[in-house]
C-alpha cells in the first residue's frame, strides 16, 4: 500500500509536510522519545537537506519539488527518531541507502498501519485531494488539456493529456529520460 502514494508525488514542500505528517499520525506509532512525534514542518524538511537526511528537491525555493523517493527519505528519519535514534546515527545509517531499502524499513515500521491515502483528510494538502478521486485531469470538450512534468530547475515538459506519456505514474521516468537526454546534448556541445 505504500507505493500508493507514489502517484501523488511530485509535491511541494507544504504537500510533502501534509503527506507525511498525515501518514505518521494516522499510523500512530509510539515515540520512545517525545520529542520525535512532532510531525515534520517545512522548516524541518530544509534543515534536513541541509543536514543530509533528505536528497535535495528538484528546483528551488516554491518550485522545489519532492518525489516518492524524498518522501520515503522522511519518513524513515522521523520513525528512526521516534526509535530514539539522533540525526547524526541516521545519517550514518541512511547513506546511500536505495529507494528499496527506504521502503522496506518504513513497510517493516508501520505495518498494517500504514494509512491508505484515500483515507486523507480534507486539510491534508492538494497531495490527495483531486489525485486520489480522479487521477486523469479534467478535460475541457474543444480544449487541450496538458499535464505539467518538472525536469529541472527552470525547465519543465508540457505532455498533452492524450499522449500515452501523459500517464502520472510514468512522470519521473519522463523526466529522468529528458535530463539523460539534455546531458548528452551538452556533453556534445560544450561550448554552447
Do not use: C
Not at 525555493?61 to 540525526?87: C, D, F, I, P, W
Not at 491508505?116 to 480522479?134: S, V
Not at 519522463?174 to 537526454?181: D, F, I, N, P, T
Amino acid at each position: 500500500m505504500l507505493r500508493e502514494y507514489r502517484r501523488f508525488a511530485p509535491w511541494n514542500v507544504r504537500d510533502l509536510v501534509a503527506t507525511a505528517g498525515h501518514i505518521l499520525r494516522q499510523s500512530r506509532v509510539r515515540p520512545v522519545s517525545p520529542s520525535a512525534a512532532v510531525a515534520p514542518g517545512e522548516r524541518t524538511i530544509r534543515f534536513y537537506v541541509t543536514r543530509g537526511l533528505l536528497s535535495p528537491p528538484e528546483g528551488r525555493g516554491a518550485a522545489a519539488n519532492y518525489s516518492y523517493r524524498h518522501l520515503l527519505q522522511l519518513l524513515t528519519v522521523k520513525l528512526r527518531q521516534m526509535e530514539g535514534a539522533t540525526l547524526t546515527a541516521i545519517v550514518r545509517e541512511l547513506g546511500e541507502a536505495t529507494g528499496d531499502v527506504l521502503e522496506r524499513r518504513v513497510a517493516a515500521a508501520l505495518g498494517e498501519r500504514l494509512p491508505p491515502p484515500a483515507e486523507a483528510p480534507a486539510g491534508a494538502g492538494r497531495a490527495f485531494h483531486g489525485a486520489a478521486e480522479d487521477p486523469q485531469p479534467t478535460v475541457v470538450p474543444d480544449r487541450e488539456t496538458w499535464r505539467r512534468v518538472a525536469v529541472g530547475p527552470g525547465l519543465e515538459l508540457h505532455v498533452n493529456t492524450t499522449h500515452p506519456l501523459a500517464d502520472p505514474r510514468l512522470a519521473e521516468a519522463l523526466a529522468s529520460e529528458v535530463r539523460a537526454a539534455l546531458a548528452r546534448v551538452r556533453a556534445d556541445r560544450p561550448n554552447r
